[in-house]
């Protein structure tokens, strides 16, 4: 049996009534963008993240909601507060309450409890499972309101996260009606400004000016909802949206200024995540103005506070800008390290678009790049992004394309070709120290013996050491070499003097 807020009033249960009525107001503040009020209110069913709630002698459907708005919060204050395992904490909590939910046969709560599942999913980055729960969810999810709109609004940003744009803006526009009469303001908030992101995204591959204009639009009206939701984080959100836009349109100046205004207010909240997410994009502006030294500084300091917090896709981002400002620096060795980083990181979490797009840039921006790891870094981008939308992006695998066969001349020279699951030339591997130094010294010593034409006498001069110190680095460390020098010529002893007769 199902125990409801009324029921509950009638029955004068007041510790079921006080703990229904905590986590509507806590879920409301949340909405608001206030963690920690959320938090506070909980309190002392729910003490600290990272601790399973109090909830003995509840009603089990009171107990479900209790787990429930528990798990949302721990997804939540997890990804601002940069919690590694909190969505592991917060899955758990979440499945819990599936649970409750189940056992008195509440179905539409257990559907809609694997809507909030699927965010932690996404915000972990791992979009299959997340799409999985997402359409799992809609399927019991039939009736229009609220919670259908937010499962919705979850599948389109996970296909958005995806690439998919089309895909994504067909799921927004065809429930634009449901979305019109959604009371919650947050959630019409976000729908209107993820309209309008992908309006961005489909308006610079496609040329179409008219979707920018429809952006601007749609972004205005979600900043609307926002004032009404009285949530700052999400209007920080929006003028960092509106900034970025403005860069595309070369507007820098009014560019950073919007992105300034985001930041403080982000920074005034104390999101961590939020100013890192800021900052990554007044590094791409930075580089669009060539100031490649701030926007060096200025990634730098995004990534250092996304590895951080388990947004596997954000960190990506971040390190293709990185690795960008580091190229134009011409710190080569720095940047390719920092795009296979990205790479390594997106395809950790199957975001392979992502991984695409940070090998497809990493080809742009090094011209220095070994033929192998060309090759396959070709070779991948073309596979994970052959499904994208984006014209220009696929114009840029193309350019890509012909700079990588004009420096193979025609011919890809790969270790990795044929074995099409391999990405391992793309990985930052170990580094041993010690057999680094001992493959280095050798490398030396053979150039120094191929100058001297073998001589060891020859070669310890260029080395400036003796002879004898030679010998012994070759008989004790680098017996192969041996083979290099000339070959020992032994003397002859002379005979002893006899005494003169």
């Keep these: 049996m199902k125990i409801t807020s009324s029921k509950l009033r009638r029955l004068h249960s007041t510790a079921n009534e006080d703990a229904l009525d905590r986590c509507e107001a806590a879920l409301k503040l949340k909405d608001k963008g206030d963690w920690e009020g959320a938090q506070e209110i909980m309190y002392p069913l729910w003490k600290r993240v990272g601790e399973r709630p109090d909830v003995e002698g509840l009603h089990a459907s009171v107990a479900a909601?209790?787990?429930?708005?528990?798990?949302?919060?721990?997804?939540?204050?997890?990804?601002?507060?940069?919690?590694?395992?909190?969505?592991?904490?917060?899955?758990?909590?979440?499945?819990?309450?599936?649970?409750?939910?189940?056992?008195?046969?509440?179905?539409?709560?257990?559907?809609?409890?694997?809507?909030?599942?699927?965010?932690?999913?996404?915000?972990?980055?791992?979009?299959?499972?997340?799409?999985?729960m997402f359409n799992e969810s809609l399927e019991k999810l039939t009736t229009q309101g609220n919670t259908r709109a937010r499962a919705l609004l979850g599948l389109a940003i996970v296909e958005w996260s995806a690439s998919r744009y089309k895909i994504a803006l067909g799921i927004l526009i065809d429930n634009a009606i449901l979305f019109k009469k959604v009371t919650n303001h947050t959630t019409a908030g976000t729908y209107h400004n993820q309209l309008a992101i992908i309006f961005q995204e489909l308006a610079n591959s496609e040329k179409r000016n008219d979707y920018l204009l429809r952006a601007l639009s749609e972004y205005q009206q979600a900043e609307n909802h926002f004032r009404l939701a009285h949530n700052t984080v999400l209007r920080a959100d929006v003028k960092n949206n509106v900034g970025l836009l403005l860069y595309e349109l070369s507007r820098f100046k009014e560019s950073r200024e919007h992105l300034e205004q985001a930041r403080r207010l982000t920074a005034h909240l104390r999101?961590?995540?939020?100013?890192?997410?800021?900052?990554?994009?007044?590094?791409?502006?930075?580089?669009?103005?060539?100031?490649?030294?701030?926007?060096?500084?200025?990634?730098?300091?995004?990534?250092?506070?996304?590895?951080?917090?388990?947004?596997?896709?954000?960190?990506?981002d971040a390190l293709i800008t990185h690795?960008?400002?580091?190229?134009?620096?011409?710190?080569?060795?720095?940047?390719?390290?920092?795009?296979?980083?990205?790479?390594?990181?997106?395809?950790?979490?199957?975001?392979?678009?992502?991984?695409?797009?940070?090998?497809?840039?990493?080809?742009?921006?090094?011209?220095?790049?070994?033929?192998?790891?060309?090759?396959?870094?070709?070779?991948?981008?073309?596979?994970?992004?052959?499904?994208?939308?984006?014209?220009?992006?696929?114009?840029?695998?193309?350019?890509?394309?012909?700079?990588?066969?004009?420096?193979?001349?025609?011919?890809?020279?790969?270790?990795?070709?044929?074995?099409?699951?391999?990405?391992?030339?793309?990985?930052?591997?170990?580094?041993?120290?010690?057999?680094?130094?001992?493959?280095?010294?050798?490398?030396?010593?053979?150039?120094?013996?191929?100058?001297?034409?073998?001589?060891?006498?020859r070669a310890a001069a260029l080395l400036s050491m003796s002879y004898q110190a030679l010998a012994y680095i070759l008989e004790s460390r680098h017996k192969d070499l041996l083979k290099e020098r000339s070959p020992i010529r032994r003397r002859s002893r002379k005979p002893a003097a006899t005494e003169e007769r």
């Design 65 to 132: 909601e209790v787990f429930l708005s528990v798990g949302i919060l721990t997804c939540w204050i997890g990804s601002k507060s940069q919690l590694k395992e909190a969505q592991e904490t917060a899955k758990d909590l979440i499945g819990e309450s599936i649970n409750f939910f189940g056992t008195i046969g509440d179905l539409k709560k257990v559907a809609a409890a694997r809507v909030e599942l699927a965010y932690c999913y996404w915000c972990q980055g791992a979009l299959n499972e997340a799409r999985i």
């Design 323 to 457: 690795g960008i400002a580091l190229a134009r620096l011409k710190r080569t060795e720095q940047a390719q390290f920092t795009f296979q980083k990205a790479i390594e990181v997106a395809h950790q979490v199957s975001a392979l678009n992502k991984a695409g797009l940070a090998a497809l840039t990493m080809i742009e921006e090094i011209d220095e790049l070994a033929p192998e790891t060309l090759y396959v870094a070709y070779d991948r981008a073309s596979e994970w992004l052959a499904q994208s939308q984006s014209q220009d992006l696929l114009l840029r695998v193309n350019a890509a394309a012909r700079k990588v066969f004009s420096k193979l001349g025609g011919e890809p020279k790969s270790e990795a070709e044929g074995t099409e699951d391999t990405i391992e030339a793309l990985l930052n591997k170990p580094c041993d120290l010690p057999t680094e130094v001992l493959k280095f010294e050798g490398s030396v010593i053979r150039e120094a013996l191929a100058k001297a034409n073998g001589s060891l006498t």
């Design 271 to 316: 999101d961590k995540i939020g100013v890192a997410q800021i900052d990554d994009t007044r590094a791409q502006v930075f580089i669009a103005e060539k100031k490649y030294k701030d926007a060096e500084a200025v990634a730098k300091n995004a990534v250092r506070v996304l590895e951080k917090s388990g947004h596997q896709c954000l960190l990506a």
